[in-house]
């Protein structure tokens, strides 16, 4: 165990005045939750927002709105490497979890293999009626997902693109923001993303039937109980406190919290956004501006450092860098990824695995992936780490990553 200065994976500060203002919305109530929702809407340009208590509600209560549009269909397409969230929320749904293998080079779905398999899912001469309700969208760790080229091989009209922008909100790509690509799409403002809120959901979408069957299944969510709020509260002070790098060694120590663990859990708690939450984030706009100059300027010095042999990173020279949250790298040499990895561990510096495994690879799930097989998303597991580009992470914590990098 470390003690002493640890540099988190992934973080979003939350300053002393977010949590004045978080009172401030508890105050101020329902007018607090409308000036957020309409503040969204105006920034994204888009008719509808609904505000959830985390990302993998704001997905799940989703998936339920598009099964009751098509209630003969009950498959979701995915990545066979994502945030074990995404398959937690598909089955808390009641739907089942399908993957196609991802392309090592992007992070996002091998379009060869997907039109394989949307040619047999979504095949009108099939003699198998059609199952596939939906395919999602994921910009892993910031990187755009080829939505344009996902809609123009999807050629099924009742299967909707659901855009997860969970670690994107305020990212853009050729100046379009990312959340605004899908049928319907959402954002988390959870701990290690874009911007936080403690915890909580955002969908935006411009389709009037969606929107339509959102509404109704929200609001027969219940709001957070007050010992929730309270839970919250206590969760953001500790959050403000101890994600300086000073004191996250400790809640780092504590093994109940299982901090940075990504589970499969599909029996979470959906419920409303507390307008507590709501005036947490009230100045989301000035916090993301902030933030991605800093995660900018951290990404821009990984390119370079990480411009070797030994690594691949996913950077397209010709391109400008994406809006990313962790900065990936593969690293195809086993025993070089094991020492980086164990010496950040033991000098806190917060370089960790992309997600514990390919998704046909838990536990709970494994029997729905019989014969089937996703190389590429299994080989990845094994080969990712990701570097920190927070705003916490200072030159010198740079400088000691950048030395235990090059060994
Ligand atoms: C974090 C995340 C989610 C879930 O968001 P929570 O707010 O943590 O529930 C879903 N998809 C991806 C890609 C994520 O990174």
Redesign the pocket.
């Known amino acids: 165990m470390r003690i002493g200065r640890t540099i988190p994976p992934a973080a979003a500060p939350i300053y002393p005045k977010d949590i004045v203002s978080g009172f401030k919305g508890i105050i101020r109530g329902n007018s607090e939750f409308e000036r957020f929702v309409t503040d969204i809407r105006e920034y994204f340009g888009v008719k509808y927002c609904f505000l959830l208590s985390?990302?993998?509600?704001?997905?799940a209560v989703i998936l339920q709105a598009l099964k009751k549009m098509h209630p003969h269909r009950d498959e979701v397409l995915i990545p066979a490497f994502?945030?074990f969230?995404?398959p937690s929320?598909i089955v808390r749904a009641g739907l089942k979890v399908k993957l196609c293998d991802i392309n090592p080079e992007t992070l996002d779905f091998d379009f060869i293999k997907l039109s394989r398999v949307l040619s047999r899912s979504c095949n009108p001469k099939s003699t198998e009626s059609n199952r596939l309700l939906s395919v999602i969208a994921?910009?892993?760790f910031g990187i755009p997902s080829d939505i344009h080229r996902l809609k123009k091989i999807i050629n099924d009209h009742e299967v909707t693109i659901v855009e997860?922008a969970?670690?994107s909100m305020g990212a853009e790509q050729n100046g379009n923001k990312l959340g605004t690509f899908g049928d319907v799409s959402?954002f988390?403002?959870?701990?290690?993303?874009a911007i936080s809120a403690v915890?909580?959901?955002v969908i935006l979408t411009n389709r009037d039937d969606i929107a339509c069957n959102l509404k109704k299944i929200i609001q027969g969510l219940p709001y957070c109980s007050l010992f929730e709020v309270l839970r919250l509260i206590g969760y953001a002070i500790s959050l403000a406190i101890f994600i300086d790098p000073l004191f996250f060694w400790i809640p780092r120590a504590i093994p109940f919290l299982r901090l940075g663990e990504t589970l499969y859990d599909p029996d979470?708690k959906m419920r409303k956004i507390s307008s507590f939450q709501a005036g947490l984030a009230r100045d989301w706009r000035g916090r993301i501006k902030s933030f991605r100059n800093a995660r900018a300027e951290h990404s821009r010095f990984w390119a370079r450092v990480t411009e070797q042999d030994r690594f691949s990173n996913f950077v397209k020279q010709d391109r400008v860098l994406p809006d990313l949250i962790r900065f990936p790298v593969r690293v195809e040499d086993e025993s070089l990824r094991k020492r980086i990895l164990d010496d950040s561990d033991k000098r806190g510096l917060g370089i960790v695995p992309g997600y514990p495994d390919s998704i046909d690879g838990i536990q709970e799930l494994k029997r729905s992936f019989e014969g089937e097989d996703f190389p590429a998303a299994r080989r990845l597991a094994r080969q990712l780490i990701t570097l920190p580009v927070h705003p916490i992470v200072s030159r010198k914590d740079r400088e000691k990553i950048h030395r235990l990098i090059l060994g």
Do not use: E, I
């Open positions: 985390s990302g993998r509600a704001a997905l994502t945030c969230s995404v929320a994921v910009h892993p997860d969970a670690q959402f988390s403002l959870g701990r290690g993303k915890a909580g959901g979470f």
